[in-house]
Nanobody, 115 residues
Framework: QVQLVESGGGLVQPGGSLRLSCAAS????????MGWYRQPPGKQRELVAT???????NYVNSVKGRFTISRDNAKNTIYLQINSLKPEDTAVYYC?????????WGQGTQVTVSS
């Protein structure tokens, strides 16, 4: 089992920045890749970015240039740096981890962009 705990969300003004964290614990060996998803109010959960165990990153087109996914292997943590926040970035942000056929999810962290 893998446990994931997100943190770093909050209320921020448009144009601001946030760094989200996702700490992994438990049986974290052989995690193939991890990712960040978000679920805006009233909408489905959507992929934002992924990072492999080797550090290869991928982003959906809508966030390229503003979002950066990274990882600290020593801390078993991945991050999502979000810059130039927009109201449409308002969502619950989740991280997940893929380990073989298993997929684990965190509980999510709320990001609200509003003036």
């Amino acid at each position: 089992q893998v446990q994931l705990v997100e943190s770093g969300g909050g209320l921020v003004q448009p144009g601001g920045s946030l760094r989200l964290s996702c700490a992994a614990s438990g049986s974290i060996f052989n995690i193939n890749f991890m990712g960040w998803y978000r679920q805006p109010p009233g909408k489905q959960r959507e992929l934002v970015a992924t990072i492999t165990s080797g550090g290869t990153t991928n982003y959906v087109n809508s966030v390229k240039g503003r979002f950066t996914i990274s990882r600290d292997n020593a801390k078993n943590t991945i991050y999502l740096q979000i810059n130039s926040l927009k109201p449409e970035d308002t969502a619950v942000y989740y991280c997940n981890a893929h380990q073989g056929w298993d997929v684990y999810w965190g509980q999510g962290t709320q990001v609200t962009v509003s003036s």
